[in-house]
């Protein structure tokens, strides 16, 4: 990927460090999944997941703190809150996705339902990384830039233009 790496001791500015602090570890994930297939309570993620109720409560709370659930009481009766995925959240379905499909190819697993295409009901393609033109790219094409030597697509540096 060239010379030019990323500062690999600064966590502060580092998306891969921040997406990290906000989602934690797997029960994070296992929540995550379980909101993208509808759950909505408390009690249908505990039944559900099998995780035990402190650790549920510590989770969901972390989760809507950094905004990617949104934790509302039910106007009827406010002892019940619903978790529901805000913008932030459901943009996070392509990383999820990539982590099941790399899941299931490395660890040999065949995931059942198939994610497929709601307008056609075909299987969606494997999560990859695409050039600005749409070309798929494999890691020996992708290499590290400084911010202020980007080029946009007419050839001429940003603070250039």
Known sequence: ???????LGDYDNCGLASALEAMGERWSFMILRAAFNGLHHFEEFQAELGIARNILAGRLARLVDHGILERTALPTDRRKVV????????????????????GETWGRIESSPTLVD????????????HA??????????????????????????????
């Open 132 to 161: 600005h033109d749409g070309r798929a790219l494999r890691l020996e094409e992708l290499r590290w830039k400084r911010t202020g030597e980007l080029t946009e697509l007419g050839g001429h540096r940003e603070e250039e233009a």
């Open 83 to 102: 978790y529901a995925l805000t913008e932030k959240g459901a943009s996070l379905l392509p990383a999820m996705v990539a982590l099941r499909q790399w």
């Open 118 to 129: 709601d307008r056609d009901e075909l299987p969606i393609r494997p999560v990859a990384l």
């Open 1 to 7: 990927m060239g010379k030019l790496r990323e500062n």
